[in-house]
């Protein structure tokens, strides 16, 4: 899940993802502005690199079998070259004035390894890319297959496996294919997560043996988001230019809505919702989530782990040269990401588990009890496939 809350109060968390929407399309042109590549000292120096090592009148040095692996091409390294050079040059100069720290081609100067361009990123990339895996494992052995939840969880876990594959593959090697790529599976995460979110809170789920098909209201939601991403998709590609701007438009939009139903998805919990928000479904049909005693302790998970995406954000925002060339702002939203997804894992198996445990019994004083049971239980046997009998027995 990308676009998670906090307790207290929504709508200035709502105000702060837009905000940051706002500034992230203010900051889009100074960025692709790339003083670094203007700078006339780096311009003479790739002339020169490329007129000496990449003219087909002299013999071209050989790249290494990573640089050639990783499609680096004689050009790009003097580029590469070139930018280390002058950056540390201006970074040394006498004049303070001078000593400015740019960004080359859009992106802060990092230095590579093994072909990759920004090995940091790559790094939490893959970390991402294996706490999605593992949360993968542990919704398959631990939520009963009767759910239907189950099924969209497992789901949600590879798309996201997709999208920090390919992140991780863009920040290996940024081509005009890379970074599409990238961008196309982070939308895609994002609309699913939502479809997901939305088909979770209404309750859009069959439930054997009460309802026993699919509501048919899953599959309008399902062919709207269809239509929904594609018609994203191709607006981007059939534009002269790729349009960034309303890429962050859509995709900040699409998690806000994410962040709000969340958000009011832990409010439900404590407070009574004014009208119109009092008529979404109860959390845990039949039960009233008021009435619930005691509360489960992870009903206000969902909104820390809101709280703690909106602060990550804060990298994505705030941008700042990278630390040794090496970790700059959004490697380490990369990084944050890890821990907040683990956190997510857990709180849509305990949540499957209270899911389970309302839908086998209508005492509200003792839902809470069976679905911590029911937990403990999964985590000792690898399974939910017994918790039915196990409720039945204990009622």
Excluded at 35 to 62: E, I, L, T
Excluded at 83 to 96: I, K, R
Aim: hydrophobic share 45%; aromatic share 14%; proline share 8%.
């Amino acid at each position: 899940m990308l676009w998670p809350s906090s307790r207290g109060r929504r709508p200035g968390l709502v105000l702060v993802t837009t905000l940051a929407a706002a500034a992230a399309l203010c900051l889009a042109p100074f960025v692709s502005a790339s003083s670094g590549d203007r700078h006339p000292v780096f311009k003479k120096c790739v002339q020169n690199c490329v007129s000496a090592q990449c003219d087909p009148s002299f013999p071209s040095p050989s790249l290494s079998p990573m640089l050639r692996l990783t499609r680096w091409t004689c050009h790009d390294d003097c580029s590469y070259q070139c930018t280390h050079q002058v950056t540390t040059a201006l970074l040394q100069h006498s004049n303070p004035e001078e000593r400015v720290h740019h960004q080359y081609y859009g992106k802060w100067p990092f230095w590579r390894l093994w072909g990759m361009q920004e090995p940091a990123s790559v790094l939490f990339s893959l970390g991402n890319l294996w706490v999605h895996w593992n949360g993968w494992r542990k919704v398959k052995r631990r939520v009963n297959a009767s759910m239907g939840v189950k099924w969209w969880m497992l789901a949600l876990a590879v798309v996201q496996m997709n999208t920090w594959f390919w992140s991780a593959v863009f920040h290996t090697r940024d081509t005009p294919f890379t970074e599409k790529m990238d961008y196309f599976s982070a939308t895609l995460t994002i609309c699913f997560t939502l479809h997901y979110t939305l088909l979770r809170l209404f309750n859009l789920f069959p439930y054997p043996p009460a309802r026993p098909s699919t509501p048919p209201a899953r599959y309008l939601l399902s062919i709207t988001f269809i239509v929904l991403y594609f018609s994203h998709i191709w607006y981007l590609l059939s534009t002269p230019r790729f349009n960034y701007g309303w890429n962050i438009i859509f995709n900040t939009s699409l998690g806000a809505i994410h962040l709000a139903l969340w958000s009011i998805f832990s409010l439900r919990f404590s407070i009574k919702l004014p009208y119109p928000l009092s008529m979404l479904p109860t959390p845990y049909p039949p039960l009233d989530p008021l009435q619930i005693s005691p509360k489960p302790r992870y009903s206000k998970m969902s909104a820390v782990l809101v709280l703690a995406t909106t602060a990550a954000m804060s990298f994505e925002l705030f941008d700042f040269p990278p630390f040794a060339r090496i970790l700059d702002a959004h490697s380490l939203w990369h990084a944050a990401t890890i821990g907040i997804a683990r956190g997510w894992y857990e709180f849509m198996i305990k949540d499957a588990a209270m899911l389970e445990a309302a839908r086998l019994t209508y005492d509200p004083s003792g839902v809470g009890r069976v679905a911590e049971k029911v937990t403990n239980d999964a985590k000792a046997s690898n399974t939910l496939g017994g918790s039915r009998q196990y409720v039945e027995h204990h009622r």
